[in-house]
């Protein structure tokens, strides 16, 4: 098989979440260890870090692979959803996965995929595993694809786990109160390897302790030892203030996120800790890969201004904690109408959502190609029940070509509600 080929047969004979939703979703790590024990166990032949949480894990793995990454480590980096490419998702050094490389996992494996009938997930993180045992790399900071206790990657013994934060998602596989996913997630504990909690969250601190315990695992709420102030944003950079252990010093982040606040206290600690542990990670290596860990990983999508006049900004925050950090720091901007080009998948509850959003923006609906999104006319219903109103239009770039011939200047347009909504984004 070609490139193309192989990636149809990976799409189409494979169930895939991104694309249905829940029937895709397997419930214990069955096929992953089989997978991994056919491959040789790669998983157990490089050095990582595992990376869980509700908001954050996507940008908290790109930078602590762009910190390694500029320390001069050979740095895997395992991430999903994808935005463009299926190579997104498997990166050493920023490079993505070659996709002679994925034609070749696939032809080797294919009589075992054939009978096993993993899922994309599965299967996917199994061609991580194999590519960065194979590539030798140094370390791989892989991010947890749902929850963290049943997720695919949980099968790694990492030298560090982080948890970012615990909010509402994905419910109906990790439960309907924070402990329950603060659970889940603290299902990628592991014994006698430290945990850092990112973001200190009284729901969920006494489930993060138990589990820790339990695993004689050494655990640190990074936000209480690394406080962090937000000073300005400008020229694509965020600069911060930061106070530790009695000193202060300023920090440049590449990206530019409110919501990087709560992130970046996991980061620096798990440099920290990384440190103590004899890696060799050097005052201008951590200042390199914060400030440029776009450059470095090919991260998209996290708060990024696409064009001025009028201002479009895009963003894959897409559950309710997500998007009240994006409702906060629009606020922070001045502009004379706000339009909102919008698409969500229909298999959440989006209610909570729908409250939130500004009834005095403009909107614009739409929907991804993929089978998960939700129509963009049944968007607008529901969107007119919480007093939204606005245009349907089903192709994303069709309806934000709409808001920009439509808006003023100094009017901005944001577009997101969805990941997917984000991916097909033709200026990204």
């Known amino acids: ?37 056919h491959l040789g166990n790669p998983e157990k032949k490089f050095k990582s870090i595992h990376v869980a949480g509700t908001n954050g894990k996507g940008s908290t793995s790109h930078t602590l692979a762009a910190i390694l990454q500029s ?52 299967m996917t993180v199994a061609l991580a595993f194999w590519y960065f ?37 994905h419910m109906q596989f990790l439960g309907d109160t924070l402990p329950l996913i603060a659970g889940e997630k603290a299902g990628i504990i592991k014994p006698d390897v430290p945990v850092i909690i990112s973001q200190t969250q009284e ?3 006494s489930v993060f302790l138990k589990k820790a315990i339990e695993n004689h695992a050494q655990i640190t709420f990074a936000d209480q030892k690394i406080q962090l ?69 090919g991260l998209k999508g996290r708060w990024q201004i696409l064009v001025e006049k009028p201002t479009v900004i895009a963003d894959t925050g897409h559950n309710e904690p997500g998007i009240r950090a994006i409702l906060s720091q629009l606020k922070s901007y001045s502009f004379d109408q706000l339009w909102m080009v919008l698409g969500m998948v229909q298999d959440k509850d989006i209610s909570k959502i729908l409250a939130l959003l500004p009834k005095d923006a403009q909107y614009v609906f739409c929907q991804a190609d993929l089978p998960r999104a939700m129509p963009a006319e049944l968007l ?5 029940e919480y007093g939204l109103k606005g245009e349907v239009i089903s192709e994303v770039n069709q309806a934000l070509q709409f808001a920009r011939k439509n808006a003023g200047a100094d009017d901005l347009i944001f577009v997101g509600g969805s990941t997917f909504v984000v991916a097909e984004i033709e200026d990204l």
């Open 380 to 384: 607008a219903e529901k969107a007119a």
């Open 229 to 297: 102030q937000k000073l300005t944003s400008d020229n694509g950079l965020a600069k911060y203030a930061v106070s530790e252990n009695g000193k202060t010093y300023t920090l440049e982040y590449g990206l530019q996120g409110d919501y990087q606040l709560y992130n970046l206290p996991g980061i620096l600690e798990a440099v920290d800790q990384l440190r103590r542990m004899s890696w060799t990670i050097s005052e201008n290596a951590l200042r390199k890969g914060l400030k440029e860990v776009a450059q470095l990983t």
């Open 1 to 37: 098989m070609n490139y193309q080929e192989t990636l149809d047969y990976l799409f189409n004979a494979l169930p895939m979440f991104q694309r249905v939703g829940a029937s895709a979703f397997k419930k214990d790590l069955n096929n992953t260890l089989a997978l991994c024990s």
């Open 71 to 122: 320390a001069g480590y050979k740095t895997g980096l395992y991430t999903s959803p994808h935005l463009k490419s299926f190579t997104e998702r498997v990166r050493i050094n920023g490079q993505e996965i070659t996709e002679q490389a994925v034609v070749d996992f696939v032809e080797v494996n294919k009589s075992f995929l054939d009978e096993l009938k993993p899922s994309f997930f599965e």
């Open 203 to 205: 729901e969920t601190t």
């Open 133 to 169: 045992a194979k590539e030798e790399v140094d370390i791989a900071i892989i991010e947890v694809g749902m929850g963290g206790r049943l997720d695919s990657t949980n099968v790694i013994t990492p030298e560090l786990s982080v948890i970012t934060n615990i909010g509402w998602d």
